[in-house]
């Protein structure tokens, strides 16, 4: 079983920075790819980003390409997500999930609870 467990999040204005994480625990993290998502106000849920097992391979979604930098720190059994150039459309609530391979294939089948993050213009 793996618990995640996100923190950070909050309000910023358009063009600010927002660095969120999650704290993961559970066996084998290192062979685990993890990734974010988030779901917008009446919309479907979003891929964002996910970074592999070790974190040397990262993909990201084409809305927050360039913006948005994932990482990880298996030490600490920490994900990260920075988020730069923020926009108002960026406003959802973030979700960590841990894959069942070392690489992002698939969706997560272990969730955080969702981070809300709010950008006003």
């Known amino acids: 079983q793996i618990q995640l467990v996100p923190s950070g999040g909050g309000s910023v204005q358009a063009g600010g920075s927002l660095n969120i994480s999650c704290s993961a625990s559970?066996?084998?993290?290192?062979?685990?790819?993890m990734g974010w998502f988030r779901r917008a106000p009446g919309k479907e849920r979003e891929f964002v980003a996910a970074?592999?097992?070790?974190?040397?391979?990262?993909f990201y979604g084409d809305s927050v390409k360039g913006r948005f930098t994932i990482s990880r720190d298996n030490n600490k059994g920490m994900l990260y997500l920075q988020m730069n150039s923020l926009q108002p459309e960026d406003t959802a609530v973030y979700y960590c999930?841990?894959?069942?391979?070392?690489?992002?294939?698939?969706?997560?089948?272990?969730w955080g609870q969702g981070i809300q993050v709010t950008v006003s213009s």
């Open positions: 999930g841990a894959y069942d391979s070392f690489k992002y294939i698939g969706t997560p089948s272990s």
């Open positions: 559970g066996r084998n993290l290192s062979n685990r790819g």
């Open positions: 970074a592999n097992g070790s974190g040397r391979s990262t």
